[in-house]
C-alpha cells in the first residue's frame, strides 16, 4: 500500500477533544442529555456527531503538536481552522479572547433535528442552501449548535437563489427516477452516466455527488430490515445517516473500470487499493469526495496473477470462475445499478449497538476487526430473491451448480448488511486481512453449506 495511505493513530488528538467535550457536556445540560440519549436509544457516541468545535486560539499550539493543521475554508471573520487531514477527527475553529466553549452537530437534516427536539430558534439557511444551522442551546458559557452540510466545507451562511433550488429539486429527481434495471449492465451505466452528464450541468460535481449518494442510502435502506430499524431509532433524535463512515459497492470485472469512472467524475480521489488476489479472489479501490465527505469502497473478484495491475483504470477480462463478489453480482446485480449498496458502514459504540440490536431481534455476525482502533461487523444478511433467469444464467454458465440453483430460486441468497464500526485514535483506513474474513463469510456459497 502506497505510504500515503499507511494512516496513522491520533490518540493523543483524540483525547485532548474529547476532554474539551467532557468538560463541555458538564456544562451543557442539552447536550449531556442528548449524548445520553444517543447512547441508550442508538447506540452512537456523541463524539462521532460533532462536526467542529469551537475553541480558544490558545489550543492552537497542542492542536498542531498532535498533527492537526490549518483547513482553507471559507469562516464569517476569517477564523483560523484546524483539522487532522490523516484522521477521522472533528475540525477546530480558533477564536480569539474566549473561554466559552462552542460545539456544532451534525445530523443529515437539520430541519429533523429541530422537529425532533422542538427547538424555537429559527433556522439559519434556506432549505438546500449550502449551509443551515440552528442554535440549540446556551447554558454556563457552552453554545450548541446542529447544522447540515450541503457539499460545502466553509462556515458562511448563504442565500440560495431560486434558479439553483430549482436545479437542486430537479436533480433529485433525475437519481431518483434513475433506471437501475436495463437490458444489459451495459445499458444500465449508460443510462447513469447520461443522467450524470444533467446533474454535473444543472449542479456540478459537488452537489451531485452529495445528491447521488443520498439516493444511494434510500434505495439501500428499502432492501434492509437492519437499516430501517437502526434509521428509525437514530430518526427519532432526528440525526439520519449523518454518522456514514462509508458506502460499499460491489461491482463485476467487466464494469468495475466504469463504476470507477463514474465516481471520479463526481469528483472522489482515489486512496488505497487493496490487492487481495491470492488470498480470498479479491480486490477493492478506496475512494474519498472531501468536499461532501462520502468515502466508498468498491470490491471486484481479484485473480492472483492481478496484483500489479492497477484494475480501476485497466478493465479485467471476465472469467468462467467467480469469487464472492462475482457471484453476488451474478445473483443481484450491479451495486450501481439494480442491486443498490452492499453494505453501509456508520460509526456506533460498537458493543452497545450489538447488544441494542439484538434486543430487537437483529443478530450481528461474528467482529471480522476486533483492534483498539478499528472495531467491526455485519449484521446478518438479508436474503434476496434470485430471479429464474439470473440462475439460468449461472448454471449455463458453469459457475454455478444446478443443485446451487435450486438452493437460489428457493431460498434466496445474501444481499445486504448494516454494518456496525467503532473508530478510536481516528484511524482512517481498512485493515485488509479483516476484510478477506468478511468477504469469504458473506459468499453465498457457504450461506447454502451452512442451511
Known amino acids: 500500500m502506497n505510504d500515503r495511505f499507511d ?12 476532554q474539551r467535550i467532557a468538560s463541555f457536556l458538564e456544562r451543557n445540560s442539552f447536550a449531556r442529555q442528548l449524548a ?14 460533532i462536526d467542529h468545535l469551537v475553541l480558544p486560539s490558545e489550543d492552537a499550539k497542542t492542536l498542531r503538536a498532535f498533527g492537526m493543521e490549518a483547513d482553507l475554508v471559507e469562516t464569517p471573520g476569517g477564523e483560523t481552522v ?6 477521522t477527527l472533528p475540525r477546530v475553529v480558533l477564536a480569539a479572547n474566549t473561554d466559552r466553549i462552542e460545539l456544532s452537530l451534525r445530523p443529515e437534516f437539520v430541519a429533523d433535528f429541530v422537529a425532533a427536539h422542538s427547538l424555537a430558534e429559527p433556522i439559519q439557511g434556506a432549505p438546500h442552501a449550502r449551509l443551515r444551522r440552528v442554535l440549540v442551546s446556551e447554558e454556563n458559557g457552552t453554545r450548541l449548535e446542529a447544522l447540515e452540510r450541503n457539499a460545502y466545507r466553509g462556515f458562511v451562511v448563504a ?31 449508460e443510462a ?34 437492519a437499516a430501517q430499524l437502526q434509521k428509525r431509532r437514530q430518526d427519532s433524535l432526528g440525526l439520519g445517516w449523518g454518522n456514514h463512515d462509508h458506502h460499499t459497492f460491489r461491482c463485476s470485472r467487466e464494469h468495475f473500470v466504469d463504476a ?26 478506496i475512494a474519498e469526495q472531501t468536499n461532501t465527505g462520502i468515502v466508498v469502497f468498491a470490491d471486484v473478484d ?8 492497477d484494475f480501476s483504470s485497466q478493465r479485467l477480462a471476465s472469467g468462467r470462475e467467480l469469487g464472492t463478489v462475482g457471484l453476488w453480482v451474478g445473483l443481484h446485480g450491479e451495486s450501481m445499478l439494480e442491486a443498490g449498496m452492499h453494505h453501509l458502514e456508520a460509526r456506533f459504540d460498537f458493543e452497545l449497538l450489538r447488544a441494542q440490536l439484538e434486543g430487537q431481534g437483529v443478530r450481528t455476525m461474528k467482529p471480522f476487526s476486533n483492534f483498539e482502533f478499528l472495531r467491526q461487523a455485519f449484521t446478518e444478511g438479508e436474503k434476496w430473491p434470485v430471479t429464474p433467469e439470473r440462475i439460468e444464467n449461472l448454471r449455463q454458465a458453469g459457475q454455478i ?46 450461506n447454502l453449506q451452512a442451511a
Not at 481479484?302 to 495491475?309: A, H, S
Not at 431460498?411 to 448488511?417: D, N, R, V, W
Request: aromatic share 12%; with cysteine; net charge positive.
Open 401 to 446: 451448480t444446478a443443485e446451487q440453483g435450486e438452493r437460489f430460486l428457493r431460498e434466496g441468497a445474501l444481499g445486504s448488511h448494516l454494518e456496525n464500526l467503532q473508530r478510536r485514535g481516528g484511524f482512517k483506513g481498512f485493515n485488509q486481512n479483516a476484510v478477506s474474513v468478511i468477504i469469504s463469510a458473506t459468499d453465498p456459497r457457504k
Open 82 to 87: 484546524l483539522h487532522h487531514p490523516r484522521a
Open 36 to 49: 445520553g440519549r444517543m447512547r441508550q436509544e442508538t447506540g452512537t457516541d456523541f463524539f462521532e456527531w
Open 7 to 18: 494512516w496513522p493513530l491520533a490518540f493523543e488528538a483524540e483525547k485532548f477533544l474529547r
Open 260 to 285: 470507477i469512472e463514474f465516481l471520479t467524475r463526481l469528483g472522489f480521489a482515489r486512496r488505497e487499493r487493496f490487492y487481495a488476489g491470492a488470498q480470498a479472489g479479491w480486490g477493492a479501490q
Open 302 to 309: 481479484l485473480r492472483p496473477e492481478e496484483n500489479e495491475l
Open 192 to 225: 447513469a452516466a447520461r443522467i450524470l452528464d444533467q446533474s454535473l450541468e444543472l449542479l456540478g460535481e459537488d452537489l451531485s455527488c452529495h445528491l447521488f449518494f443520498q439516493e444511494e442510502r434510500r434505495y439501500w435502506e428499502s432492501r434492509n430490515r
Open 159 to 189: 442565500p440560495l437563489h431560486s434558479a439553483n433550488l430549482k436545479n437542486i429539486i430537479e436533480t433529485q429527481d433525475l437519481w431518483r427516477t434513475r433506471p437501475r434495471l436495463c437490458a444489459s449492465s451495459t445499458k444500465g451505466f
